[in-house]
């Protein structure tokens, strides 16, 4: 559901695009902190907001940071 998002704000597809890892830490609501595999030997850790339940809100890509590997640690940002 944020693979758009991040296109938007990217300005790019991307053909590959597979959570590999994720994380949460709980807010007021959950942020889900992913790391997605894009293509080759990329990948992109993203921040995903999931507002509480009443809220009704659609999933944000809250930031995101590029240039990562597989090994790189998943961590808060």
């Known amino acids: 559901k944020v693979k758009p998002q991040l296109e938007e704000k990217e300005g790019k597809t991307f053909d590959v695009f597979t959570a590999v890892e994720f994380k949460t ?30 809220e009704n809100e659609q999933l944000s890509l809250h930031s995101y940071q590029g240039s990562k590997t597989r090994h790189d640690e998943l961590a808060y940002f």
């Not at 807010?27 to 595999?37: E, P, S, W």
């Open 25 to 54: 830490q709980l807010v007021a609501g959950i942020n889900y902190f992913i790391k997605v595999h894009v293509g080759n030997d990329e990948f992109m850790h993203l921040r995903v907001f999931k507002s509480l339940p009443h």
